[in-house]
Nanobody, 127 residues
Framework: QVRLVESGGGSVQAGGSLRLSCAAS????????IGWFHQAPGKEREGVAA???????YYAASVKGRFTISQDNAENTVFLQMNNLKPEDTGVYYC?????????????????????WGPGTQVTVSS
């Protein structure tokens, strides 16, 4: 049974940092693509970062230079380091996984391709 669990969310002031974790069970993160998605209050969920098997990262323009996605194969966990946080980064962050060959290499944030999702973790950034 595949299970993803996010952790590390919380409340910070603008300019602060958080590191989110996505712990996987039932799959090996080293063999799959993992994406992080953000849903701001009242808005649709959108992709912010993804990492493919082999460690190649992809970022949305809104977070490039501020967020870093990485994976620890020994811990079977994917991380999202978020620096210089802004109030618009507030929302629920989800991780999700998909077999990389099922992804569109021109768009790593096609949500209907991801077939397993975590419950999410809340991030609140105050100004």
């Amino acid at each position: 049974q595949v299970r993803l669990v996010e952790s590390g969310g919380g409340s910070v002031q603008a300019g602060g940092s958080l590191r989110l974790s996505c712990a996987a069970s039932g799959v090996r993160v080293s063999t799959r693509c993992i994406g992080w998605f953000h849903q701001a209050p009242g808005k649709e969920r959108e992709g912010v970062a993804a990492i493919r098997a082999g460690g190649i990262p992809y970022y949305a323009a809104s977070v490039k230079g501020r967020f870093t996605i990485s994976q620890d194969n020994a811990e079977n966990t994917v991380f999202l380091q978020m620096n210089n946080l802004k109030p618009e980064d507030t929302g629920v962050y989800y991780c999700a996984t998909v077999l990389c060959y099922e992804m569109d290499e021109n768009n790593w944030f096609l949500q209907d391709r991801y077939n397993y999702w975590g419950p999410g973790t809340q991030v609140t950034v105050s100004s």
